[in-house]
């Protein structure tokens, strides 16, 4: 009885250990994630006041539709 209770226990602390890893993983991903969304935003916005009066408004709508589609690309 007791072995079987120290088995379920130890059990219980290693899915809670696994648990817990994993959701500090989760955390750090969707922080990396957010930093890069906020870096490409930040990008996007320079380049946009730049280029504005260098395109045309066919080049401008262009840059606009591949820059919609974010960090993750066209």
């Known amino acids: ?11 219980a602390m290693a899915q809670a250990q696994r648990n817990e890893i994993s959701l500090q993983f989760g955390t750090t991903l969707t ?3 957010s ?5 490409f935003l930040n990008d996007k916005a ?6 504005r009066s260098e395109l045309n408004e066919r080049q401008f709508a262009v840059l606009l539709r591949v820059l919609r589609e974010g960090p993750e690309g066209f």
Do not use: H, K, S
């Not at 009885?1 to 059990?11: I, K």
């Not at 930093?35 to 870096?39: G, K, S």
């Open 1 to 11: 009885m007791r072995t079987a209770l120290f088995l379920m226990l130890t059990g």
């Open 35 to 39: 930093i890069a969304l906020v870096e």
């Open 31 to 33: 922080q990396r994630r």
């Open 46 to 51: 320079r380049l946009l006041d730049r280029c």
